[in-house]
């Protein structure tokens, strides 16, 4: 079995510099990944997202780790065959790593996802973290047999037999929930749209009006986009894993909307004002790369639970849709995930044409404070070795989370 160095990648001033090669070979293994799993390869990191997302930042510690082949001195993108991304909470849940794992398909049984995923493991440690949270993929969702897993959540299914899942489970990750990927095509089927959203404003009535804003939140509405920010980390459904409430206020919403920006990407949003009130009491989220009009990404979607029953989700992601097709004429796919028991926000997906694509399995280890000390000692030369290949960097959020990027954290 070939053997290979595990390097941070560098955080270079531009695209275009020397030190540029990391991005760029992550670039290449994950549209190959991608390309081969879907047939395309909108979920796919690009080098200049990356670029962005690893810059300094302010509410978590990021870092990339690539794999080469032994023996390059000066490793160039093609030398990369596998990378893994580390995210570390800074603010809240600061006992949590996130890792996401990708390997070259040429090079699966080779050992990198193995010594990548050490690397990774061994940084968490080295800060403390007790919980490491990751996934896996698959196309479609298997039918109920040997091998298949059930989640605690009861809700969908994992093929235990895929090497992903085997992989994770031989590594002491427990699969914990279950995320349905779904992928809409536009445009829709003429009426669907609009029958779906006169019978949800019809629901909700005179009571809520529609709010719809691109890229930065209106001022006057700013700090109730950080309420819904931080109901979305407590009222979504998120099975055993230990995910504790995320602090926002307006100076996060804005953190998050620069990063956005930076990294190449809009956002469109629609919320629904209570107006007797004058709160928000649902939103929903599009993004989208500016360079490529026919990939969308579902973000964050919630109904606050003293707003439901009036059909707000339907009524915010609906008249997101028609503004999407204004602004965005040449979107072709929307992707989303879902947890399998958000049986509600499924629901809404399926009526507006959005159909089940593949199983995101949301896999988590935890290792109790001595172990994770333990760990840190242990791993204290390895750790020093991998700090002085490469340059470190601080950043947040998914994404923004999964996914694609941050497409672990998308909600809607």
């Given amino acids: 079995m070939p053997s290979w160095t595990i390097l941070t990648a560098p955080v270079p001033e531009t695209l275009d510099a020397p030190d540029a090669w990391a991005l760029h070979g992550v670039g290449r293994v994950s549209h190959e990944h991608e390309q081969r799993m879907w047939g395309y390869a909108d979920l796919m990191y690009p080098s200049w997202y990356l670029l962005a997302d690893l810059r300094p930042q302010l509410y978590a510690i990021r870092r990339v780790f690539v794999a080469v082949p032994d023996g390059v001195t000066e490793p160039t993108a093609d030398d990369v065959v596998g990378f893994a991304k580390l995210t570390l909470p800074l603010q809240d849940n600061t006992h949590l790593a996130d890792v996401e794992l990708y390997v070259h398909p040429d090079?699966?049984?080779?050992?990198?996802?193995?010594?990548?995923?050490?690397?990774?493991?061994?940084?968490?440690?080295?800060?403390?973290?007790?919980?490491?949270?990751?996934?896996?993929?698959?196309?479609?969702?298997?039918?109920?047999?040997?091998?298949?897993?059930?989640?605690?959540?009861?809700?969908?299914?994992?093929?235990?037999?895929a090497r992903g899942a085997r992989f994770l489970a031989d590594h002491g990750y427990v699969l914990e929930q279950a995320e349905r990927y779904s992928l809409l095509r536009l445009p829709l089927p003429d009426g669907l749209r609009e029958r779906h959203q006169a019978e949800a404003a019809a629901r909700?009535?005179?009571?809520?009006?529609?709010?719809?804003?691109?890229?930065?939140?209106?001022?006057?509405?700013?700090d109730q986009v950080a309420v819904l920010e931080m109901r979305m980390s407590t009222d979504v459904p998120k099975g055993d894993l230990d995910f504790e409430e995320s602090r926002w206020d307006a100076a996060r919403v804005r953190d998050w909307e620069r990063r956005v920006a930076e990294s190449q990407h809009g956002m469109l949003v629609t919320a629904a004002v209570h107006v007797p009130t004058q709160t928000l009491g649902?939103?929903?989220?599009?993004?989208?790369?500016?360079?490529?009009?026919?990939?969308?990404?579902?973000?964050?979607?919630?109904?606050?639970?003293?707003?439901?029953?009036?059909?707000?989700?339907?009524?915010?992601?609906?008249?997101?849709?028609?503004?999407?097709?204004?602004?965005?004429?040449?979107?072709?796919?929307?992707?989303?995930?879902?947890?399998?028991?958000?049986?509600?926000?499924?629901?809404?997906?399926?009526?507006?044409?959005?159909?089940?694509?593949?199983?995101?399995?949301?896999?988590?280890?935890?290792?109790?404070?001595?172990?994770?000390?333990?760990?840190?000692?242990?791993?204290?030369?390895?750790?020093?070795?991998?700090?002085?290949?490469?340059?470190?960097?601080?950043?947040?959020?998914?994404?923004?989370?999964?996914?694609?990027?941050?497409?672990?954290?998308?909600?809607?």
């Fill in 107 to 161: 090079h699966v049984d080779d050992g990198a996802d193995a010594a990548l995923l050490e690397a990774a493991e061994t940084l968490a440690a080295e800060h403390g973290r007790t919980s490491l949270v990751t996934w896996s993929e698959q196309v479609g969702e298997p039918d109920p047999g040997p091998g298949v897993l059930e989640p605690p959540t009861g809700s969908g299914r994992v093929d235990g037999n």
């Fill in 204 to 222: 909700a009535g005179a009571d809520y009006r529609l709010v719809t804003w691109t890229d930065r939140a209106p001022d006057e509405w700013v």
């Fill in 282 to 412: 649902a939103f929903t989220v599009l993004r989208y790369p500016i360079a490529y009009e026919e990939i969308v990404f579902q973000d964050d979607t919630l109904v606050l639970s003293e707003h439901r029953g009036r059909r707000l989700g339907m009524l915010v992601k609906a008249e997101n849709l028609r503004r999407l097709a204004e602004l965005r004429p040449g979107a072709a796919r929307v992707h989303t995930w879902n947890a399998e028991e958000n049986s509600f926000m499924l629901a809404i997906n399926v009526a507006l044409g959005f159909r089940p694509t593949g199983v995101a399995g949301m896999w988590q280890k935890r290792a109790v404070a001595g172990e994770a000390a333990d760990a840190v000692e242990a791993a204290d030369d390895e750790g020093a070795a991998l700090r002085a290949s490469g340059s470190a960097t601080v950043g947040d959020r998914a994404e923004d989370g999964s996914a694609a990027p941050a497409r672990a954290a998308a909600q809607a």
